[in-house]
């Protein structure tokens, strides 16, 4: 039975799932079948490394070949395949959320395929929460996360689908009426997540280790020593900070993480989705309460991390345009906190900022306030109403929960108007006079005097808890009638420019190469 993860060790019978389609033409075709066998057995079994192998590659590759545009067989198929009476067995219960993933994924989901996924969902999290003691079942990282973020997605999906009321039948409206207050509710995904989150007690292992402190029973419980309930506890948290941005409460969703490291070693390094995912929600977080400096900290760590494991991904086609998405996403975000808090860009983000929203950025310096908008919508995630009314105007007006949060951020972006071009000012001098200033800003004295208090009030609360604190480009105090400039020019870190034209001429020797050893096939003169 070992198996090392290449076709080529596989026993012959694991190996036909790879292969090409079976003659049996209207029945489930030989090597889905055979997949289905050897999944159940490794996940029976408890065999972690063939199940992480089975869902990461078999699992993908299956889906693309024979089910690219249709389901996979229905469970009750699978159930007599696999030979399993109990329907309510853990297998099937995690086959049917593979089946409605895939519907999600490559087709329309019915209304019946929402609410029978979230009942299998309610079964799934209740056979975790309602143990008396831990399971005895494993799954891969990469599993668990998928589980949380696909119960999130759905959810999001769903609450999307109720609200575009003009696009539901008679028949459905009906249905959800009577099933209102059962499927997909806002305070039921929550109070889920919540649950999962405290039966391991993963906010008490999460200080430990940021203690240094051994992770004991005694500190965590019976439940938190199991790596199934430690891993879903923490994915939750990520899914809480998630469901609490799309819902606009920014700082509800930063306190769910709040014991979280953001670090490469960390437990969230596990799973490379899941690290993205934290860092884009958690960043746009601290960009809305007006911590920039804590925004622009969190996306020049991650956007570094998704440059150097690009090849990675790209391997990964489901994956690559999650992640590609994401990229844009970060990087529009991104350029609109650094115009309100200057800190030092690494030069390889400040490069792919250039090379993608440079325009934008270009426009914002001459004054043209409405790229703010473009950029917020090109970053912004799809947000969400806790309450879903059947008049889709109301009460967000006709572009909706977006365009109420769009409001907020537009707020903000007026109080911060005159700040660049009195930023641009200062800037010329070490020392000016506020009636001088005056003059060049077109205003009244006090006005100018409340225009340098804003200016330095946003400065400071655009730090935020960054630790890079002292590249803020400009610095000044009043005295009386004198403003005086103090000189903090960014120093050129010529370090990180040094490696990215040593790293662009590898890449140039490697084509040089390659073109070298390419054949030159001569011409034919006949």
């Not at 199934?228 to 409460?249: A, E, H, K, N, Q």
């Not at 030092?344 to 400040?350: A, F, G, M, T």
């Not at 306030?369 to 009460?395: I, Q, R, W």
């Not at 480009?473 to 034209?501: E, L, P």
Request: glycine share 4%.
């Amino acid at each position: 039975m070992a198996w090392q993860g290449n076709v080529a060790a596989m026993p012959v019978q694991m190996q036909m799932y790879y292969t090409g389609p079976s003659s049996q033409q209207g029945e489930v075709a030989e090597p889905v079948v055979n997949f289905l066998k050897w999944f159940y057995h490794f996940i029976e079994k408890r065999e972690i490394y063939h199940v992480e192998n089975m869902y990461e590659d078999g699992y993908y590759k299956i889906s693309d070949f024979y089910f690219k545009d249709k389901t996979w067989p229905a469970p009750d198929v699978v159930q007599g395949i696999v030979e399993e009476k109990d329907e309510a067995s853990i297998f099937m219960i995690l086959y049917r959320e593979l089946y409605y993933r895939h519907i999600y994924a490559r087709l329309k989901p019915t209304l019946e395929h929402r609410f029978d996924s979230y009942a299998n969902y309610c079964e799934l999290f209740s056979y975790l929460l309602t143990a008396e003691e831990p399971v005895k079942i494993e799954l891969p990282n990469k599993w668990l996360w998928d589980i949380i973020e696909e119960f999130v997605y759905q959810f999001q999906n769903f609450q999307q689908f109720k609200s575009k009321a003009g696009k539901i039948n008679d028949e459905e409206k009906s249905m959800l009426r009577d099933d209102e207050d059962n499927v997909w509710k806002v305070t039921a995904v929550l109070n889920i997540l919540l649950q999962l989150t405290e039966k391991c007690n993963i906010n008490q292992q999460l200080i430990a280790m940021e203690k240094g402190e051994a992770i004991t029973e005694e500190i965590v419980g019976e439940f938190g020593m199991k790596p199934i309930y430690t891993m879903t506890g923490f994915f939750s948290l990520v899914g809480l900070l998630r469901l609490y941005v799309l819902l606009g409460d920014y700082h509800m969703a930063l306190s769910c993480i709040e014991h979280v490291q953001f670090k490469d070693k960390d437990m969230m390094a596990l799973v490379p989705a899941c690290q993205i995912t934290a860092n884009y929600y958690a960043g746009f977080a601290y960009l809305m309460i007006r911590k920039y400096g804590n925004t622009i900290q969190l996306y020049q760590h991650i956007l570094g991390y998704m440059q150097r494991t690009k090849q990675f991904f790209q391997n990964r086609s489901f994956q690559a345009d999650d992640i590609n998405k994401k990229n844009e996403q970060m990087l529009a975000l991104l350029a609109i906190a650094s115009t309100f808090c200057p800190l030092r860009l690494d030069e390889s983000v400040n490069i792919q900022i250039k090379e993608k929203q440079g325009d934008k950025v270009a426009r914002i310096q001459h004054g043209d306030m409405a790229v703010y908008d473009d950029l917020f919508f090109s970053g912004c995630p799809k947000f969400l109403s806790p309450v879903v009314s059947e008049n889709p105007t109301s009460p967000f007006g006709s572009s909706g929960p977006r365009g109420l949060q769009l409001q907020v951020f537009k707020a903000e972006v007026e109080q911060q108007r005159l700040i660049p071009t009195l930023r641009s000012f200062l800037k010329l001098y070490t020392s000016i006079p506020i009636s001088k200033l005056a003059k060049f800003l077109d205003m009244h004295e006090n006005e100018v005097r409340c225009c340098l208090m804003a200016f330095k009030h946003k400065k400071e609360v655009a730090k935020g808890d960054s630790t890079d604190q002292t590249t803020m480009d400009i610095d000044f105090y009043v005295d009386k009638n004198m403003v005086h400039i103090s000189d903090t020019k960014i120093a050129r870190h010529y370090g990180d420019y040094y490696v990215q034209q040593v790293l662009k001429l590898k890449e140039s020797n490697k084509l040089i190469l390659g073109a070298a050893l390419t054949p030159v096939v001569p011409a034919n003169t006949a």
